[in-house]
Structures are given as structure tokens and as C-alpha cells.
């Protein structure tokens, strides 16, 4: 571990992204304008063929092409659509009533629909604002609109509309055509007029019957607006163009005063139920809509049959009531300045969290807590867009804030679900690559901007906004995991590389290392890698071990499928894959996890139970159950999405004391007075029993250095203590890890009064199931790298450490070496640089030192492998016998390994320099020969060639309490193998 860094704190958000995006919104805006202006032309056009429309003899069948026209003439009115403003501008003139046919007379509101035929052309006066238009007329209008009853035209154009006959196109056109004719005769007037009654009532009984001329008008007019530019279908947010020609133009009548309080608490982003106030709600007058858009200048509700501008009642508030039966499906245009957006209202939709998970939150049961929280690009209601949520029960409020409301969240105030504590809001037609963060009031009412939780992607430190993802990547490895629950980890071949996947070849990203991390551990013969931790931390400096994003591999060097990727690579290479897991504590920074909602959320509210006082780091509270269940379900999350074969859970032992690292009077005892965490306890009992449930041949490993009881034992199995076990599948022996390490250190005429030291790991190497770690920790901070530690010259020190290795392999356990240990790195590692690969250049006069090691490692891995009696009994006492433990003087130890079939390995080590010729060994006296199987002296690896020149053959001398022994020539530090011949 290391100190934890000074807070990285949070940066200004205005990012590349928002000016993208705000650039996007001008050039949009811009085509609009663009389409707009180009539509003078087209309109003079249609007018003329308007104009010598009547002229022509009744239509015919011949006729009927110009109806395959209407698709361009449909997209020529959602260009218009954008410029509608012109629609609004009051008459100058109007012609005389043209008779009509009984049949195709229309209510008030049908008439206001084709008013824009009878206006003056919008290119000789601006409109006016929505505002000053004259709403007399408007207003009847927009009380016959909803009656069925009243206005069937209204009913018959919607539906006409709707089915996008060629008729109504056609009307549709030529009502704006009129409209664009400056100063036209009032008989031109009342054609088109009339051209827009027949199109309107086409499919009613006494339509059937209008005159074949007007038929041929309407199609002339069709045809010569459907030849306008493409580019008028740049106004890409407006409505469909078939349900445009239904659109009437409405004024909503003043909605109800809201609520001095809702207004106040939705301001100041208290509001526990936004839902309830903002969106559409049913009314007595009809419906109410009320909108919260701040910095905007206009909000406009549009529906398939009627559009109407909301009034403006301050603050960024929206509102009005339309005299509608029911709540229709609606969006709504945003004017801004210099831009217009049409969007879906996030106040119209539904929660997307169901009772089922909200009761497994309460209940700190939800093992797919990742699936519910966070951010979720998603389809609700039919509509895209991307679900929030978060866990925050002492919020008085939460907001969502990201570069889709330029880190704004007053417009977006989440909703409380019940009494959860969970906040939800669904905001249409965002998606994946937004950054986001949640606005959360605190209970003294101050505001604080919170990275989520739960994010699955986040920005590169040191920036720390999340991001919204959704993973697209397939995986290629399903025959991996057919076959890795075969056998149990303590029963099976287990060798570790571990790496820091950062500093391993500095710059390559997962994708990268992906190309040449699988090689080159497949070709050391290694079984697994265990990466140092991949959670997001915001400080390099503590590798890994101070985590703010818990669900998001670091996006320092990629995206979360790209780390899928790196997994998927090392399966396909026949290589597990370890990730080192840190659930015991997490940094202090002010916009992750500490006092989250402005009080202790995951951490303890106690001092005395919260602080860590080595790291400066905050203890999660293991006695609350959604903390617990964050926990848990973020370990399943990476076995699960992420395919991890194995979590190794780091600081085990700092979890299970309260009085960790802690004097007297500054920790609290447990209800029975005792100083174990029995919170803790339970969380990690709980943690394996649901990761081995739910991902069979999964293994987790305890780092934890003490001699607590059971940690490899079930959890329902009770020890002497009391406790069940922790369910760890393996845990790291830590005892012999400091034993060992110390009688190498020591000098070989001093080492025989360092022999226990080397002997006493055996009286308890079957009480868990261990792994030997010569890990990150053992090669840093002044510790020195694995052969700087070995005593003597550099020959010496290189025969050491290869001596070391091949008593390490041999020993009952799994192995672990850390990177740049496998060729004798002589500095010790640092996160900035990486291994000295450089010792391996050709080019280096000591190259062949180096490769040597590394050789060995290869051989060790490969012999290993392919003898049980390493690794199948390796948690038994049957697997292991004493040759020779007590020969001080001599510095040797020797010993058999026995698979389950009782076919032996004899091992032993000579840990003096000198070379010790017809040296006895007992041994068992049905083996009728041995021979070497590995040497670490021989010459490949950089020793003196001391080797057994074939094999031999027992003697009927007793020795060693064995009925037979052997004599051999012992070369000057090494390990020697021998099997039977």
C-alpha cells in the first residue's frame, strides 16, 4: 500500500465535448435558416402551377404519377415546418368567401387550419413573436379543437393526414403556395382556398363528388412543389410531415399558479417527485404542461394534430393548459438563442426501476446491482435515451448534470423512489459517450457534483467525470470457460505472474498489450496473471489501491471492451486471469465516495470505525447492508462482465481487526467486547459464497497476514473460534513468504542458525490452502528487488536467487512472482518506468545472466505443469514427506512431493557455496532409479554445471529413516528434482 495522494479534486467541466456539441446546435440552426430561405423560390413555383391549374381539363388516370411525388412534397413541408413562424403572421387581406360545398363546410378550427391560404405572403412582413399574433380567432379555435363531436373535419384531417394520401400532400402544398404569392387576386385566393377544403375533406361522402378540376389543381400543385431542392429536409427535428398537415396552431389558456414551495424546491434542486409537477397532467380545463428550461426563450408543445407556445412564467418556467381530453404523446420545441431543439420531455416517461429491484436495494440483496444503478443506455416507452440512477437516501435532492445540459442540471431534477433512497430520471435521446455527474443537495441544503458510483466508464484521470457506456463486445473464449470449473484451484497446476498492467511496457494500451502480454506469459509457462488493481483510482502513485470507480476498469489505458479484449486474449491463450480487488477502504476525494450525500453513506459514521490510519484512506461500513451489497454485487460484476477467473481481495486482515493498526482507546469493541469485525465478517462470508455460487471456477485468494481461523474454510464449517470460515478458496502465505526471504538474506555461514526459518512453514502448511507470494510488495520501498536481497558477489547472488526459485516451486502451494523477478531484475520496481527489459537486450554484456533466469522460469513452469506431484496433493499431508529437515550445518534441506497415485519428486537444496560431493539421501526403496529432472546450477541458466550425469540408483543403506538412499554430488546453491527413473 501506499499514501494516498492529495485529493485530485474536481476540474472545470466545460470540456472539448460541450463546444462540439454547442457547435453542432449552431450548424443545425443554420440549415434551418438555410432551408428556410431557400424556399421563396419553390413557393412562386407552385404558385404558378396553382395558378394555371384550373385551366386544365378534369384529371384523369394519366394524372396519377404525380401522387409518387408526394414523398419530396412531404419532405419540402418538414422543411417548411421549420419557418412556421410565417404561419402565425396576421392578414392583411382577405378575399371574399368562396361558396362551398355543404358537405366540406368547416368548424372555426378547420377554417383556422387553412387561414395561412387568405394571409399576406410571409417575405413581405416578419412575423410576429407567438406572443403578439391575434388569439381571438385562435382561441375559439383551440376550444372546438378537441371536441370530436364539434369539428369532425378536425377528426377527418388528422386522419387523412395520417394515411399521407396524395390529396392531402397535395392540399398541404398549396395552402402555403397561396400564402407565398404576393398580392394575388382574390380569385386566386379562394381557388386555393377551395383546392385546400377538397384535399382536407377528400375522404368524406360529399368530397367524392368535388370537381375533377380542383382535383388536377391540387396534383399540378403537388407535382411542382415536389420538384423544391432535397436540402429542405435539413430541419431533421421537425414532426412527421404527414401528421404536420393536420398541426393547428394553439393558445393555451394559463395553467394554475405552481406552488410557491414546488417552484422554490425545484429552483434550489430539493424536489423529491419533479414528475408530479413538471411534464403533462391531466386538468379540468383539459391538460396542463409545464416545462423547466432554463436560458430558454420559447417552449413550444407539439402533438400530431396542434402545436402551442407555452406561456413564460420566469425562472426557466414553462407552462399552459390545451384543452385535450387526455394526456397525448407530445415533445416539445426549445428556443434558444440562435438555435432551436425539438426533444421528448424526460417529465412524460414512467420510472424504468421496478418494485423487484427497489425491494432487493432495500433489502442489500441485489447481485446484479450494476444492471439497476447507474447510467443505462436504454429504449423506454419506445423512445432511446439514457436511464440514471443512484443511491443517495440522504439527499434532499439529486440532479443529473452532463455535457447534454452543459453541466446544468437545474432542468434535470431526478425523482425519489419511495423510500429507497434511489433517484431515477430518464433523459431521451442521449447515449453513449456523454459525460455526466450527479448534482446532489446536501441536508444543510449546499450542493456538491458526485462522480456515479456505479459509472462502468469514466474520463482519464486525472479528469473524473463518468461516461455513459453500454458494452457492444463479443467475447471469443467459451471454451475456456467450459472448462475451468473441471478442478479447484487448490487442486490444480497454479502458477502466478503478477503484473502491473500500466508500467509492464509503459504506453501500450489493453489492445496493445493484448498483442503481447499472452505470448509472452504463455511462453513462460505460467498458468495465470493477476493484474494489480484495474478499478479507477485517480492516483498513479498508489497502483491501484485507492479506487473511486468500482465498476469501471481505469481509462488510462482504454475503454471497459478493450480490457475485455486483454481478457479474452489471455483465455485464448490457456492463461487465467487474477485481478487484485480492494473492498476494505477508498480515498477521501470530495467528488467520489466520501459523505456521498452530504453525510457518512459508505464509510462508518464513527471516526474510530471509519478512518484508516495507515493509508489516510475511509473504511466502508460493513454493517450496512446496501453497502454491503455495492460490495458484493462489484465482485460478481467483474467475474461476471469481465470474465475474471479469480479475485485475490487485497488487506484482508486490516478488514477483520478494529483494532488494526490502532492503540488503545482509539478503536470500539465489538457487542462482545472483542476486536473482530464481525461486520466484516459477514461481508466477506457473504462475498464468496455468492461469487462461487454464481461463477463456478471462480477462485478468491485473502492477502491476509495473520493467523486468523479458517479464512479457506466454508463458511458454514465452524471452527475453533466460533466462526464459520471466510470461504476464501485460497489465501497468500505471508509466514513463509517473511521466512524465507529472511534466511536467504543472511549469509551462508550464518544460515545454519537461520534453518527453522526455511522448516517452520511445513507445521502449518495444511491449516488453508496457500499461495507462495513473491508479489509487488516484496520489491519496493526500499526492500530491494528478489536478487538484491541474496547475499555475496553477483554469481552468488544470480545462484540465490535461482536456488530460491526451485525451492519455492517445490514447496506445498501455489506460486506467485512478480514482473521483472523472472530475469533478476537488480533495481527495484517503480510505477514509472516499468521492468528493466533492457538486461535482456543482446546488445548487453550481461544478457546472458539475465536470459539465464528467465530460462529457468520457463523450465520450473514446464516441469511443473506436467508433475502432479507438484500441485495435485499440494493442501494434503499425504502430498509432502520429510527427507532431510535438520541438516543446519550443512545448509541442506530435502524432501518428497507425492501426487495422488504416491509417484514421488524428491527435491533438495543446497543453500551453501560449496560444492558437497557423495552427499546421502534417503529414499524410498521401491523407486528403483532417479534421475535429474531440473538443476538450477546447470549451465543454460548461468550456474557451474554441477550435474547428475544419469540416473541413480539406490543403495540398501538406511538413511534418513529410509530403507534405501542415494549418493549425490550437491552443486554450490541450487535446487536439484529427481524422479524415478
Not at 391531466?282 to 413550444?300: Q, W
Not at 496493445?512 to 499472452?518: D, G, R
Not at 457518512?600 to 471516526?607: A, C, F, G, Q, R
Request: with cysteine.
Amino acid at each position: 500500500m501506499t499514501p494516498s495522494s492529495p485529493s485530485s479534486g474536481p476540474i472545470p467541466e466545460n470540456t472539448a465535448e460541450e463546444t462540439a456539441e454547442e457547435k453542432r446546435t449552431e450548424q443545425a440552426t443554420a440549415a434551418q435558416k438555410k432551408s428556410s430561405a431557400k424556399k421563396i423560390p419553390a413557393q412562386k413555383k407552385a404558385t404558378a402551377a396553382g395558378k394555371k391549374a384550373p385551366a386544365k381539363k378534369p384529371a384523369t388516370a394519366k394524372k396519377a404519377p404525380a401522387a409518387k411525388k408526394a414523398p419530396a412534397a412531404r419532405k419540402a413541408s418538414a422543411a417548411r415546418k421549420a419557418s412556421e413562424p410565417a404561419e402565425k403572421a396576421p392578414a392583411a387581406r382577405k378575399a371574399p368567401a368562396a361558396k362551398k360545398p355543404a358537405s366540406a363546410r368547416k368548424t372555426p378550427a378547420v377554417k383556422k387550419a387553412s387561414e395561412p391560404a387568405e394571409k399576406t405572403p410571409a417575405t413581405k412582413k416578419p412575423a410576429p413573436t407567438a406572443e403578439k399574433a391575434p388569439a381571438s380567432k385562435k382561441a375559439l379555435a383551440a376550444k372546438k379543437a378537441p371536441a370530436a363531436k364539434k369539428a369532425p373535419a378536425v377528426k377527418r384531417t388528422a386522419a387523412a393526414a395520417k394515411k399521407t394520401t396524395t390529396a392531402a400532400a397535395a392540399a398541404k402544398k398549396t395552402t402555403p403556395t397561396a400564402a407565398a404569392g404576393a398580392k394575388k387576386t382574390t380569385t386566386t385566393a379562394a381557388a386555393a382556398k377551395k383546392t385546400a377544403t377538397t384535399a382536407v375533406t377528400k375522404r368524406t361522402t360529399a368530397a367524392k363528388s368535388t370537381a375533377t378540376a380542383t382535383k388536377a389543381a391540387a396534383t399540378k400543385a403537388a407535382a411542382g412543389k415536389a420538384a423544391a431542392p432535397k436540402k429542405k429536409s435539413a430541419a431533421r427535428k421537425t414532426a412527421p410531415a404527414a401528421a404536420a398537415a393536420a398541426v393547428v396552431p394553439v393558445t393555451p389558456a394559463p395553467s394554475p399558479a405552481l406552488d410557491a414551495g414546488d417552484r422554490e424546491r425545484l429552483l434550489s434542486g430539493t424536489h423529491h417527485d419533479p414528475h408530479a409537477v413538471l411534464g403533462a397532467h391531466p386538468h379540468p380545463d383539459g391538460v396542463v404542461f409545464r416545462a423547466l428550461r432554463p436560458y430558454a426563450r420559447s417552449v413550444t408543445v407539439l402533438t400530431d394534430e396542434l402545436r402551442a407556445d407555452l406561456h413564460d412564467d420566469g425562472d426557466g418556467f414553462f407552462s399552459g393548459v390545451l384543452p385535450l381530453r387526455e394526456v397525448p404523446e407530445y415533445r416539445l420545441r426549445l428556443t434558444y438563442e440562435g438555435s432551436v431543439r425539438e426533444v421528448e420531455d424526460p417529465y412524460r416517461f414512467l420510472p424504468t426501476l421496478g418494485d423487484l429491484d427497489l425491494h432487493l436495494i432495500g433489502e442489500g440483496r441485489h447481485e446484479e446491482l450494476w444492471k439497476a444503478l447507474g447510467a443505462h443506455p436504454m429504449t423506454h416507452q419506445g423512445v432511446a435515451g439514457t436511464r440514471f440512477s443512484v443511491w443517495a437516501p440522504n439527499a434532499r435532492g439529486v440532479r443529473v448534470a452532463g455535457t447534454f445540459n452543459y453541466w446544468d442540471g437545474t432542468g434535470y431534477p431526478m425523482r425519489s423512489l419511495g423510500g429507497s433512497g434511489v433517484w431515477e430520471l430518464f433523459v431521451p435521446e442521449i447515449g453513449e459517450g456523454e459525460l455526466y455527474k450527479f448534482q446532489i443537495t446536501r441536508p444543510d441544503g449546499s450542493h456538491t457534483l458526485r462522480a456515479d458510483p456505479l459509472a462502468r466508464r469514466t474520463e482519464e484521470p486525472p479528469r473524473t467525470s463518468s461516461v455513459v457506456h453500454a458494452s457492444h463486445y463479443e467475447w471469443g473464449d467459451g471454451e475456456w470457460l467450459a472448462r475451468r470449473a473441471e478442478r479447484p484451484a487448490h487442486e490444480a497446476a497454479f502458477s502466478v505472474y503478477e503484473v502491473h498492467l500500466p508500467s509492464w511496457r509503459p504506453g501500450l494500451t489493453y489492445r496493445q498489450l493484448a498483442e503481447q502480454l499472452p505470448a509472452y506469459v504463455k511462453d513462460l509457462g505460467f498458468t495465470h496473471v493477476e493484474l494489480m488493481p484495474v478499478a479507477e483510482h485517480p492516483f498513479g502513485g498508489s497502483w491501484g489501491y485507492q479506487v473511486t470507480g468500482f465498476y469501471a476498469p481505469t481509462a488510462r489505458l482504454g475503454t471497459p471492451d478493450d480490457f475485455k479484449h486483454l481478457v479474452d486474449r489471455l483465455h485464448q491463450a490457456g492463461i487465467g486471469v487474477l485481478m487484485d480487488w480492494v473492498p476494505a477502504h477508498f480515498p477521501r476525494d470530495d467528488w467520489a465516495l466520501a459523505e456521498f450525500d452530504g453525510r457518512p453513506l459508505y464509510e462508518h459514521e464513527n471516526p474510530l470505525k471509519s478512518a484508516h490510519p495507515d493509508w489516510g484512506t475511509l473504511e466502508f461500513d460493513f454493517g450496512r447492508r446496501e453497502v454491503r451489497n455495492f460490495l458484493v454485487a462489484n465482485a460478481v460484476f467483474w467475474c461476471e462482465e469481465f470474465h475474471i477467473d479469480g479475485l485475490r481481495v487485497d488487506a484482508v486482515a486490516s478488514m477483520l481487526y478494529l483494532d488494526y493498526s490502532r492503540e488503545p482507546g482509539q478503536w470500539v469493541p465489538n457487542e462482545h467486547g472483542g476486536r473482530e469485525n464481525l461486520d466484516a465478517v459477514a461481508f466477506l462470508q457473504e462475498m464468496n459464497a455468492t461469487v462461487y455460487r454464481r461463477t463456478p471456477g471462480v477462485v478468491t485468494i485473502a492477502e491476509e497476514s495473520t493467523a486468523w481461523d479458517g479464512v479457506t474454510r466454508a463458511t458454514h464449517h465452524k471452527g475453533p473460534s466460533g466462526f464459520g470460515g471466510l470461504g476464501f478458496g485460497l489465501k497468500w502465505n505471508m509466514g513463509w513468504m517473511h521466512d524465507s526471504l529472511q534466511y536467504m538474506s543472511k549469509e551462508p555461514v550464518h544460515r545454519r542458525y537461520h534453518h527453522h526459518e526455511m522448516t517452520f512453514s511445513m507445521v502449518y502448511a495444511y491449516s488453508e490452502n496457500y499461495v507462495l507470494p513473491i508479489s509487488h510488495d516484496e520489491v519496493v520501498h526500499g526492500k530491494r528487488s528478489l536478487v538484491s536481497k541474496m547475499p555475496g558477489d553477483w554469481w552468488q547472488q544470480r545462484a540465490d536467487h535461482r536456488a530460491y526459485l526451485g525451492y519455492m516451486w517445490a514447496h506445498p502451494g501455489k506460486q506467485l512472482l512478480f514482473m521483472g523477478q523472472e530475469f533478476a531484475q537488480g533495481a527495484e520496481w517503480s510505477e514509472a518506468h516499468g521492468p528493466d527489459w533492457w538486461l535482456l537486450d543482446p546488445a548487453y554484456s550481461a544478457e546472458p545472466d539475465h536470459r539465464g533466469v528467465r530460462d529457468l522460469v520457463r523450465d520450473l513452469n514446464a516441469v511443473y505443469r506436467s508433475v502432479p506431484a507438484l500441485w495435485e496433493r499440494d493442501s494434503h499431508p499425504d502430498g509432502f514427506r520429510w527427507i532431510t529437515a535438520d541438516a543446519s550445518d550443512d545448509n541442506v534441506l530435502a524432501f518428497l512431493r507425492l501426487d495422488a497415485e504416491g509417484v514421488p519428486l524428491l527435491a533438495v537444496c543446497n543453500f551453501s557455496p560449496v560444492v558437497r560431493h557423495n552427499y546421502r539421501i534417503g529414499v524410498p526403496d521401491e523407486v528403483p532409479a532417479w534421475h535429474e529432472v531440473l538443476n538450477t546450477d546447470a549451465a543454460r541458466y548461468g550456474g557451474s554445471d554441477v550435474t547428475l550425469p544419469g540416473p541413480v540408483k539406490p543403495e540398501p543403506q538406511g538413511w534418513h529413516g529410509r530403507p534405501a538412499s542415494i549418493r549425490l554430488t550437491l552443486p554450490p546453491l541450487s535446487t536439484i528434482w529427481l524422479r524415478p527413473a
